[in-house]
């Protein structure tokens, strides 16, 4: 396997892990519970979010506010909301993982509603990869996720998750001045990936 092959490995095992699928059903798994979705810290009804200041700068610091903001405002706002539209804004086209979640999302509040995957990162370090490119390192954690349809039966669910090791990639956009993730990578998993590889 190539290198090239390698890392598309690595990046779509990061969106099986971040991307909670839609396509299971685990139905025998218990119910979270009743009532309504709660909204993530900076997510509203209708799944907006107010980016703060710090996270509009071109900067490291602006880089790592960002980070805080995309997991634990845009994401968590999408997931308790079912509104997608901060996460297409502040995803490049080209995200994997991205466009992997955000069509989770719809296809889990068509059928029905989301509860818990609420996200939070910890540790956030931001370094310059290339002129186009800043890397983020960070450690993500998300609660237990569980999909209801429409009759409140549970027919996927995912674990809580705590301590991942992730690079979430960043370009910024300067006509719009802001951040957008171009890819999100489970370093572990990048790195089962290389491993797997013959050498050339």
């Known amino acids: 396997m190539s290198t090239s092959r390698a890392l598309r490995a690595a990046a779509l095992t990061a969106a099986a892990l971040l991307a909670l699928s839609a396509c299971g059903d685990d139905k025998n798994d ?3 519970g009743g009532g309504n979705p709660t909204t993530g810290p900076g997510g509203g009804i209708g799944g907006t979010a107010t980016i703060p200041d710090a996270a509009t700068k071109n900067t490291d610091a602006g880089a ?3 980070a805080k903001f995309y997991f634990e405002s845009v994401i968590n706002g999408a997931y308790s909301t079912g509104n997608i539209s901060a996460m297409v804004k502040y995803s490049d086209p080209k995200c994997i993982i991205c466009r992997a979640t955000v069509g989770d999302i719809a296809t889990a509040w068509a059928r029905g509603k989301v509860e818990g995957g609420q996200t939070s990162v910890s540790g956030v370090k931001a370094t310059k990869a290339s002129d186009s490119l800043t890397n ?3 450690k993500y954690s998300k609660t237990r996720y569980v999909e209801v349809d429409g009759a409140g039966n549970n027919v996927f669910s995912t674990p809580a998750q705590t301590g991942l090791d992730i690079i979430m990639q960043l370009t910024w956009n300067a ?3 802001t951040w957008q993730v171009r ?7 990048r790195a089962k990936a290389a491993s797997a590889s013959p050498t050339p």
């Open 136 to 138: 983020v390192d960070l």
């Open 175 to 177: 006509k719009e001045k």
């Open 64 to 66: 790592e506010a960002f």
């Open 30 to 32: 218990d119910h979270l």
């Open 183 to 189: 890819e999100i990578v489970n370093q572990a998993a």
